[in-house]
């Protein structure tokens, strides 16, 4: 049956061939030019059709980012109503059950700060090489003569008084300061754009960064006692902060809310403050930077809060100081004292220091490299010539444990247990190689609430939505590329001390206690 029908198609083929020559020449053009048109048409059509699907898959895709991940297309409504019929369970994805995947790849800009920054223009700021911040101790000392000299010349405006050894000097605030002072209190310089600051940061923390930053300042002292250097401090309006009335014998010198103003030298004491609560050791004053238009020619100055209760007997007896040499602090380590709400034995050599208290300064003091503390007379780095160790002949004592005394070792009055870090002067300028390990001697454990910080590679992060809240330090430091160097320096740091634990055995612990 198939071969019959093929020799009649090849006969018709052949007919047709025939009798298309006979045709006259005018025919065959116009049969020619129809059979064209026929095939332009139909590729048209084709090519029309493809590019309308395209257009609708594109429009698809782009429809399907723009809703996002919450919202759901026609037919997965359909197929997931089906399952509904089904008995089939329905989840809506939330912030809770979808998983983010991200590649880390090299860091080519800095990551952006979450929950803190919003988009706004922001006026350039002409900045000085004095208004950059200062780490190293020769910087530091030119600071601090210019500092004196200030406030030798504010001197000559001030009012006296006297309170046993303890000598304050009222400066007269005129008129034209409280106008500016009221100008410049409409835009806060502590600025939280989000719902609620950062979680490590508690309802005190903000209210007295506030009070520091904002407060109107009511009167300004000069106040000296005994061979200590003097300090400037400012009292201002409370605006409802509650003030501690127990302390009467230092309420002298502050009757209400008070702040501190130390040297434009001193703003690492602000970066120690949000690193002490990013690590969650809460062990630091709340600190901001301030701009007087008194003093230092308007660069912004650390402020750090004042605590009446780190002198519980006045300012003229001093700090509530525990007073040990290195080698009764290496012996207090060894004893492990009030752990557990034990009381040591009299002949122990016990400070009133918990012994967790020990780590959590030992940790803080080596991100920062703040070495007045645990290692005075600088044996555990090369100091240089122009250090204080060198010029005062303390880093010859280095031999004999016994002459190094601990110093700057703080407690409140009504909490002997634990520790205040204050004077928090660090050093970002101490490469790796040169790091003081002296600090570590003799610590077995750490406080594993910070050092999961340091494990998580979130410390960048929390250190950056946590500074970016002041304003006024935020600005003073460069901006975001110079709040990174100094990031860089704690996160290498980091990595060291990570290592360190993890070479030496140290336990990782809760320290809640």
């Not at 059950?97 to 706004?120: A, D, E, H």
């Not at 300042?217 to 003097?230: T, Y």
């Not at 503390?373 to 060198?390: A, I, M």
């Not at 430091?477 to 634990?501: F, P």
Request: aromatic share 8%.
């Amino acid at each position: 049956m198939g071969k019959s029908r093929c020799p009649g198609l090849c006969f018709s083929f052949l007919k047709l061939t025939s009798s298309f020559r006979k045709c006259p020449l005018s025919k065959k053009s116009l049969i020619i030019a129809s059979a064209c048109v026929v095939y332009l048409l139909f590729a048209f059509s084709r090519v029309g059709y493809h590019q309308q699907r395209r257009d609708r898959r594109i429009y698809k895709v782009k429809n399907r980012n723009t809703r996002g991940l919450y919202n759901l297309d026609v037919g997965d409504a359909l197929q997931d109503s089906l399952d509904l019929q089904t008995g089939a369970s329905f989840v809506v994805p939330t912030r809770s059950n979808v998983v983010y995947i991200t590649l880390r790849s090299k860091r080519l800009k800095p990551s952006n700060i979450r929950g803190t920054i919003r988009p706004k223009l922001r006026r350039k700021v002409r900045r000085t090489k004095s208004a950059d911040s200062a780490f190293t101790q020769s910087q530091r000392a030119a600071l601090e003569l210019d500092a004196g000299q200030i406030k030798h010349n504010l001197a000559r405006r001030i009012s006296s008084g006297e309170n046993r050894d303890v000598e304050y000097r009222t400066l007269d605030i005129t008129h034209t300061f409280h106008i500016n002072e009221q100008i410049a209190s409409y835009s806060s310089s502590i600025r939280i754009y989000s719902q609620r600051a950062p979680p490590w940061l508690s309802a005190h923390d903000v209210e007295t960064m506030r009070f520091l930053a904002d407060a109107k300042v009511l009167r300004v002292k000069e106040v000296s006692h005994g061979d200590s250097p003097s300090f400037l401090m400012f009292e201002g309006g409370t605006g409802g902060l509650v003030t501690n009335s127990n302390h009467t014998k230092s309420n002298v010198i502050c009757g209400g809310q008070c702040g501190v103003i130390s040297s434009p030298v001193d703003t690492t004491e602000i970066f120690a403050f949000h690193l002490d609560r990013v690590l969650g050791l809460n062990r630091t004053l709340p600190a901001v930077s301030r701009k007087f238009s008194f003093l230092h020619g308007g660069q912004s100055c650390p402020v750090v809060s004042w605590d009446a209760s780190l002198y519980p007997e006045g300012l003229v007896a001093g700090w509530s100081n525990v007073k040990l040499t290195w080698g009764e602090y290496q012996n207090a380590l060894k004893q492990r004292c009030w752990l557990k709400n034990t009381s040591p034995k009299p002949d122990s050599g016990c400070s009133t220091i918990h012994h967790y208290e020990w780590s959590k300064l030992a940790l803080f003091d080596f991100l920062l490299q703040i070495h007045d503390r645990l290692d005075q007379s600088c044996c555990g780095f090369r100091p240089r010539q122009e250090d204080s160790c060198v010029e005062f002949g303390r880093h010859a004592e280095c031999g004999d444990p016994n002459f190094i005394k601990l110093t700057n070792i703080i407690h409140r009055s009504h909490d002997p247990r634990r520790l205040v870090f204050t004077n928090n002067k660090a050093f970002f300028d101490r490469n790796e190689d040169n790091l003081d390990f002296r600090i570590l001697d003799g610590i077995k454990e750490f406080p594993e609430e910070a050092v999961l910080v340091l494990r998580s590679m979130r410390l960048r992060e929390k250190l950056l939505q946590s500074l970016f809240l002041d304003q006024t330090y935020w600005e003073s430091q460069g901006g975001r590329q110079g709040i990174d160097k100094l990031i860089d320096v704690i996160e290498r740091r980091a990595r060291v001390l990570l290592t360190y634990i993890n070479a030496h055995g140290i336990r990782v612990m809760g320290m809640n206690a």
